[in-house]
């Protein structure tokens, strides 16, 4: 019995530290390749080894995504009507995270790899899904502001992709994932749609 408590104290502690927030730091604003050259070597990828990214590459790929490069509060990426309707969901092995933009900071959603309910989810590090809250946008059916938040999150896939390529990771933006299940397990409110997929990785060895 003292055992079996003793272990059910480990997994907490363990769970528990897991859901803790991930504190990133100050994203790479200098550097990187030139922007021509990025382009030049954009790609879509579906196919990703193991190697886990640094916390440096989440914290300059979220901000590359959709942070603020302003002091105004404005991202690195439009929204139409600056809404910012979308926001950054990683999905991570030890847990799913939502990006902070304002703090520069992974908020922890879940503690548990959610990665599979993504199509080839698995094979990559990294998923991103791309969350957006439609109540942001205050008019035109739901069906009209979806869209418009689908479009929206393709500039963020882009500037993903570009710093992506940058880096020597792979990417790919996709449709392919279990809306219903994310729904549930990401604990979403009613006025959130799941958008879209992008799975990150190094290249396979």
């Not at 990006?99 to 879940?110: G, M, N, T």
Request: glycine share 8%; with cysteine.
């Amino acid at each position: 019995m003292k055992r079996y408590l003793a272990l059910v104290l480990a997994l907490v502690i363990i769970g528990g530290l897991q859901a803790q927030p991930i504190e990133l730091p100050a994203p790479h604003k200098t550097g990187g390749m030139p922007l021509m050259e990025a382009l030049a070597r954009r790609s879509t990828s579906h196919e990703f080894g193991a190697r886990e990214l640094s916390v440096q590459q989440l914290a300059d790929l979220c901000w590359a995504g959709f942070g603020m490069n302003r002091p105004n509060g404005k991202r690195t990426a439009p929204s139409a009507s600056n809404s910012q309707e979308n926001e950054i969901y990683l999905l991570l092995k030890k847990g799913a995270y939502v990006y902070d933009a304002a703090a520069h900071r992974l908020q922890p959603v879940a503690a548990e790899d959610l990665r599979t309910l993504v199509r080839g989810g698995e094979k990559a590090p990294l998923v991103i899904v791309y969350i957006a809250d439609l109540s942001k946008r205050d008019s035109g059916s739901p069906e009209s502001r979806k869209k418009v938040a689908c479009i929206d999150s393709a500039f963020i896939s882009e500037n993903i992709y570009l710093y992506c390529a940058s880096e020597g990771l792979l990417t790919g933006y996709r449709g392919g994932f279990d809306e219903k299940a994310l729904t549930a397990k990401l604990d979403l409110r009613a006025t959130q749609a799941v958008i879209a997929v992008q799975p990150v990785g190094y290249p396979a060895p």
